[in-house]
């Protein structure tokens, strides 16, 4: 049996005490536990990052960041890219762009808005990696998928640092996944509760005085 694509964050897994790494003071009293810490991710994204390069064999490709939460997660993954880039054989030029998701799921339509890009006919005939921080039902990233197509990109994969378990989950799942995590909101690393947390290291699991605190 092959060895699943994504590191498995069971249920009833380690969690990690906050006495035991460095968070933002502000935060301390909003953080029930760190689910992955920041290390963790780091080595994480460095293998995904090797397995990506290899992945595209050499053929350039434009990283499409979704906006907010996938900024960091793009960030390091290009970097390491980047680092295999100038140390391997095979190197390929990486383009760069943003898009910002919004999902009507409360109308019959699913409708998905899309802003950043001014002109998606760009991604015709090129290799586009789409970067997103977290899958949860993946309804969202199949209708960009289907959205997409339309502009005739070569080749779209997608790579997500978390894949959530969700009893309501579509089933779908990304070409690349850093951690599948259980039904949880987290925070940290880029991810958000009401635009705070995004500098928070590590990826956490937020506890009930944090949703108060920081409630619109």
């Not at 964050?9 to 460095?22: A, P, T």
């Not at 959205?147 to 009893?167: E, H």
């Not at 779908?172 to 705070?196: H, M, R, S, T």
């Amino acid at each position: 049996m092959s060895s699943p694509k994504f590191i498995k964050v069971e249920d009833n897994g380690h969690l990690y005490s906050i006495d035991h790494f460095s968070v933002p003071r502000h935060y301390e009293d909003s953080i029930g536990s760190i689910l992955i810490p920041h290390g963790l991710i780091a080595d994480r994204i460095e293998r995904m990052a090797r397995d990506i390069h290899e992945g595209f064999e050499g053929e350039s490709m434009i990283l499409l960041c979704i906006l907010k939460g996938g900024f960091r997660f793009s960030q390091d993954l290009m970097n390491y890219i980047g680092a295999i880039n100038c140390n391997s054989g095979k190197s390929f030029q990486i383009g760069l762009d943003f898009l910002r998701l919004k999902s009507y799921t409360n109308e019959e339509s699913g409708e998905l808005k899309i802003m950043g890009v001014d002109a998606l006919e760009s991604l015709k005939g090129k290799n586009v990696l789409i970067v997103e921080d977290i899958v949860d039902t993946g309804n969202t990233m199949q209708q960009l998928l289907k959205t997409l197509d339309v502009y005739q990109p070569k080749s779209v994969k997608v790579a997500s640092l978390l894949l959530k378990r969700r009893p309501d989950s579509t089933g779908y799942i990304p070409d690349y996944v850093g951690f599948e995590i259980p039904n949880k909101f987290v925070i940290g690393y880029a991810l958000d509760y009401n635009e705070y947390f995004r500098d928070l290291n590590h990826i956490c699991v937020i506890n009930d005085f944090g949703k108060k605190k920081y409630a619109i």
